[in-house]
Every structure is written in C-alpha cells, then in structure tokens.
C-alpha cells in the first residue's frame, strides 16, 4: 500500500469513528486530519468535502455488511438473526446509518441506486415465487420489514439496546425470538403455524 492510499484507509478509520459519535453536523475535519495524522488538505484532496467523507466512510460499512451478511430470500428468519449478531459485533454501521437518516435522507430509499439492495428485492421476488414469502407483499416492504425487526435491540433500538457482553442466554432467546417473528411475519398466510 502507497503513502497516498495509508493515509486515505487512515482518514477513513478516523471518520468512522467521529462520524459515529458525532453525526455528520458535529463531526469536526481538523480532529479527523489530527487522529488520521494527516491534514485537512488531504482530506478534501481524497474526499471533496465532509459529506464526501462521511458518504465514503458509510458505504464501506455497508460494503462490509453485505459481505458479512448476505440476503438469501428463502431464509430471511436466518437472514434477521445474522443481523443481529453483525449489529452486535459492529454496531458502528448501525450509528452511521441512523446519522444518515437523520442528516443526508431523512425519507426514501437510504442509499438510492444501489445495486445490492436491489439484488435483494430480486431474492425476496424469487422466493414470493417459490411460495417460501408471502407473495401479497411488496417485496421492498418485506425488506424493510425484516430489517427493522433485526435493529429491534440494536445500538440505535427506542426500548433496549443490547450489547455483546449482555448474557448469552438473552442474546439466545432474542434471537429464537427474532427468527420466529420473522418467519411469521413473510410467510404466506395459509403457511403461518406456530413453530
């Protein structure tokens, strides 16, 4: 790795960071340069600007997201509960995403022309087709759907946010929790059975 790319995976570790505690608004370029070891002449060489900065640290967690955790349309229960744990082992994707909805898209889609998530929408499509989803459904509202019920203790959750060091026990009953409010919630009517 150049000096030039060292000191960008730099930059980009020391955003990751502010962006997270901060939000966009109160994240601060010169402690970002200061923590990187770099300047802030570098920052807008690589980056363009703050936003530019926040957008690249953002799509390289969901970059590692969806490498960690890829959707299969016919086991969004297993899908959900993977979430939970990436959400667990990396919660710093969860606070840069709600920053990004409160600052950058505060309605519609949140990353707008993304490849991936549409890959997605067509693996929930496919399994409405094999009747594994409840084909009634509008398949981005399925998506939506089961990953809100993964965010359900995250780091960003309205009633307990839970944490790795949480006793296993709890971590296991949310997940069969989790798993079996998801299989409910996409199956198709005549397939909803207590599991």
């Known amino acids: ?4 790319e060292a000191t960008r995976r730099r930059l980009l570790d020391a955003a990751t960071d502010e962006f997270a ?7 601060r370029v010169d402690r970002i340069a200061a923590a990187a070891h770099a300047n802030k002449a570098q920052l807008y060489a690589y980056f363009g ?11 390289q967690h969901l970059v590692g997201l969806m490498d960690a955790v890829p959707l299969t349309g016919g086991d969004l229960p297993r899908y959900a509960v993977r979430l939970y744990d990436f959400y667990l082992t990396s919660p710093t ?12 898209r505060p309605h519609g889609e949140l990353v707008p022309d993304d490849e991936s998530h549409q890959s997605k929408i067509d693996e929930i499509v496919e399994a409405q087709q094999t009747g594994v989803v409840d084909p009634t459904m509008d398949p981005r509202d399925v998506h939506a759907l089961v990953i809100a019920m993964s965010h359900s203790w995250s780091p960003v ?15 296991d009953r949310r997940r069969r929790q989790l798993r079996e409010a998801v299989r409910r919630a996409v199956a198709p009517p005549d397939a909803v059975t207590p599991g």
């Open 157 to 171: 959750s309205l009633t307990y946010a839970t944490h790795l060091q949480d006793d296993g026990a709890g971590h």
């Open 1 to 4: 790795m150049g000096r030039a």
């Open 93 to 104: 994707l969860v606070r840069l995403a709600m920053w990004a909805r409160l600052e950058r």
């Open 21 to 27: 505690a901060y939000g966009i608004a109160g994240a």
């Open 49 to 59: 600007s703050k936003e530019g900065l926040f957008d690249a640290v953002f799509r």
